[in-house]
């Protein structure tokens, strides 16, 4: 029974937004390539008419596939998202859209999920989210996900106050054994190689 009622607090929580505002949520991940963004945007009843007319250009109370991509390359736009200093260049994954009566009762979601390539080594790198899509009735919030790869470790997030502003510190190895480690390993079993092979000599000597 506590598990159930834990379930629907949950469930309420995840709706008590403010029917003012547009709630903006993006979950970030990192990878040694590139990042992967989840971005799930819920109006509110009070704000849906200027979020309605931005996704339903032509106004017929449908939809279409077409205004479905334009609506996503628009937030796309609206975002900004680097790494190390560097623009990168998002690229839309997928679109999903509600039907209408969920949004009009303020609980539908649109979700788009973009990724945008990564270049350089490893070492420690700094991101960098920006999010100004309808920033006059927007409330943002942005997180990252814990890495699945054990090469990354986040080491530090930073926020502005209304969260339109984002930072990730993380650290990312190479995959690659650094010199320091590996040469005196090889300096090393080169000398048993050669030590091994003047005995065997000597021994072949000493049979002879």
């Given at each position: 029974m506590k598990l159930l009622v834990v379930c629907l607090l949950l469930g309420v929580c995840a709706y008590a937004h403010r029917l003012d505002e547009y709630l903006q949520t993006t979950l970030i991940s990192v990878e040694k390539s590139g990042v992967q963004a989840e971005m799930t945007l819920t109006p509110g009843i009070a704000v849906l008419p200027v979020v309605w007319a931005a996704i339903d250009r032509d106004g017929n109370g449908i939809i279409s596939e077409g205004e479905q991509r334009d609506y996503a390359a628009r937030v796309l736009r609206d975002v900004s998202l680097t790494v190390d200093g560097v623009r990168l260049a998002p690229r839309l994954v997928s679109a999903q859209f509600p039907s209408p009566e969920f949004l009009r009762e303020g609980m539908g979601e649109i979700r788009i999920a973009f990724r945008a390539d990564v270049q350089g080594a490893g070492g420690a790198r700094k991101l960098a989210f920006q999010n100004h899509h309808f920033a006059q009735i927007a409330a943002y919030?942005?997180?990252?996900?814990?890495?699945?790869?054990?090469?990354?470790?986040?080491?530090?997030?930073?926020?502005?106050?209304?969260?339109?502003?984002?930072?990730?510190?993380?650290?990312?190895?190479?995959?690659?054994?650094?010199?320091?480690?590996?040469?005196?390993?090889?300096?090393?079993?080169?000398?048993?190689?050669?030590?091994?092979?003047?005995?065997?000599?000597r021994a072949y000597v000493l049979r002879g």
């Open positions: 919030q942005v997180n990252c996900l814990v890495p699945r790869d054990r090469d990354i470790e986040v080491v530090a997030q930073t926020r502005n106050y209304v969260q339109s502003m984002y930072g990730l510190d993380y650290v990312q190895a190479s995959g690659k054994m650094p010199a320091w480690v590996w040469a005196p390993v090889v300096l090393l079993l080169g000398r048993l190689a050669i030590n091994s092979a003047a005995r065997r000599g």
